[in-house]
């Protein structure tokens, strides 16, 4: 049977986070859609996660805390964040942290689907 | 596939044996070594896949041999264990690469998993770590953060990650009172590259807004009545420091928007000048959990708010980790008998109990006061349960300080209940001597439910036994 990536989604916006899981179902991901820093962080230390997609703006915790966290524990995971906010992080900032790719909201999904790939490619899964 | 060769350095033969066990079972090949040198010469021989390293061993300090190892080759994992969880090397030990940071006793469970997982990793290491983020001198000893349970090696391995990013990286740091937030801000500062510049810590409550305002921005002369020279504010004596703010939530409206703007612009002007200054220092900013409230009722901007917690580092209140209290209780004990000039020499099991379970409204502070009221009033050789007592009877009297926190009702009303078990039980124990079945029958519980609630809050009836 084909391998089912699955991809772990970090949104406190319930709108985008449900979009993000239709794009990822339609992308053949198992996902899990989480609302916060603290779950997600939960998550990874109890599933077996293939890529992480985070926004940097969430309620307590922020995405960019959860980057540090996961690439600390999870040296090779993938990660994308995204954030509608350019003025809070920049992409070099992003990378700096360890993120593999830096989305601006509104997100151009054709750019999205092709570092979506990438990724999951890089972690010899796909 | 042919699996990997693995690396232990432990200069304890019956912990090597335990590793070569678990690993030659997954089908591992081990290779062992006594100390530092030996493991640098198989590593050439033998280029082992992952290294497990005991951090205290005879001849080369460990944390050096990790460094060693780190240039021979960058991209090999080094999962480091040691015997004494301390902040220090903990976030030396991240500083430097290692891949992870055990602390003894060792589980099988754990060395499988990280095993895995540090196999499954070429490690992508970050462009700062190791080379940037070297470490300057050993920290005071006042600013140590003291405690060794899991909680707290998690919020060390954070600020060994937070150390290696840049200074317009901004900090919030979120922890109930008495926690040790300036703590955590002065080994942010401590463990980065810019330790040698100033560290300015400002409480935001202690002044009055206009005092404040040119505390932080500095005034040019004749900027105000009274302005007869010019100043130099924090901003500016912070260079590329860090800037401390304590206690953020009860900054002005007024003052949140210069923040912000200081945050954004990373510059501002003098009280009355005209020039703009930059902000090369990091700021790093404390608060309660409060300020969700605050913003919630708008007295808190919220875009400032998401601004100062680029990283957020969230501190565990005392009940979260009593397996602390005794190792603090004993480090504060050390600390007044210094002080004090007295000798006194430990606790008393029940003090001891008591130490471990009592809840801490106010956190570290509040047992720093307890132990320091302690090693004032004995007069013997141990601190008993009355010395102890007594402060903590007192104050609960006058002002019952409950943890209600500003989270949501469901969450609070957890937290109260865990709390009031956790005492319940304990007290239930002290009073009858440890005897299970008796406290059980006195609080007209069955016993099994008790002792469910006993494991629940890891309370053991043999340290309430005389």
Known sequence: MHYQPTVLITDDDHNILAAFEDFFRRENCSVIGVTSAEEALHKLESHHVDLLVTDVRLKLQSGVTLLLHAKAIL???????????????????????????????????????????????????? | MKKPTVLVVDDDPKILFAFREVLRKDGYKTVLARDGQEALKKISAEHPGLVFMDITMPKVDGLEVLKQMKTQDERMPVVIITGYGTMQTAIKAIQ????????????????????????????????????????????????????????MQEVYKLIGSISTTPNHTSILILGESGTGKELVARAIHNAGPNAHKPFVPIDCTALPEPLLESELFGHEKGAFTGAGERK?????????????????????????????????????????????????????????????????????????????????????????????????????????????????????????AFLRTYPYPGNVRELENLIERAVMLTKGDVILPDALREPVLDTSVRSPSLPILSEDFAKSRIKLLQMFERQFVSELLRKYHGNVTAAAKGSRMTRQNFQRLMSKHDIKAKSFRD
Not at chain 1, 90 to 98: F, R
């Open chain 1, 75 to 126: 040296p090779k995971l993938p990660v994308i964040v995204v954030t509608g906010y350019p003025d809070l992080i920049t992409e070099t900032d992003a990378k700096m942290y360890g993120a593999n790719y830096f989305f601006l909201k509104p997100l151009e999904l054709d750019k999205l689907r092709e570092a979506v790939r990438t990724c999951l490619h890089m972690n010899g899964k796909s």
């Open chain 2, 96 to 151: 430097l690469g290692a891949f992870e940071y055990l602390t003894k006793p060792l589980d099988v469970g754990k060395i499988r998993a990280v095993t895995r997982e540090a196999l499954a990793s070429t490690r992508r290491t970050s462009p700062t770590a190791g080379r940037h983020g070297q470490y300057h001198g050993d920290m005071a000893d006042r600013y140590e953060l003291i405690g060794r349970s899991a909680p």
């Open chain 2, 232 to 352: 130099l504010g924090k901003f500016e004596i912070a260079q590329e420091g860090t800037i401390f703010l304590d206690e953020i939530g009860n900054l002005s409206p007024h003052l949140q928007q210069k923040l912000l703007r200081v945050l954004q612009e990373r510059e501002f002007e003098r009280l009355g000048g005209n020039t703009a200054i930059r902000v090369g220092a990091r700021f790093v900013c404390a608060t309660n959990h409060d300020i969700e409230l605050e913003m919630k009722n708008g007295n808190f901007r919220e875009d400032l708010f998401f601004r100062l917690k680029v990283v957020t580092v969230n501190l565990p209140p005392l009940r979260e980790r009593n397996d602390d209290s005794s190792h603090l209780a004993n480090y504060f004990l050390m600390k007044y008998n210094r002080q004090l000039k007295k000798s006194v020499t430990g606790f008393s099991d029940e003090a001891m």
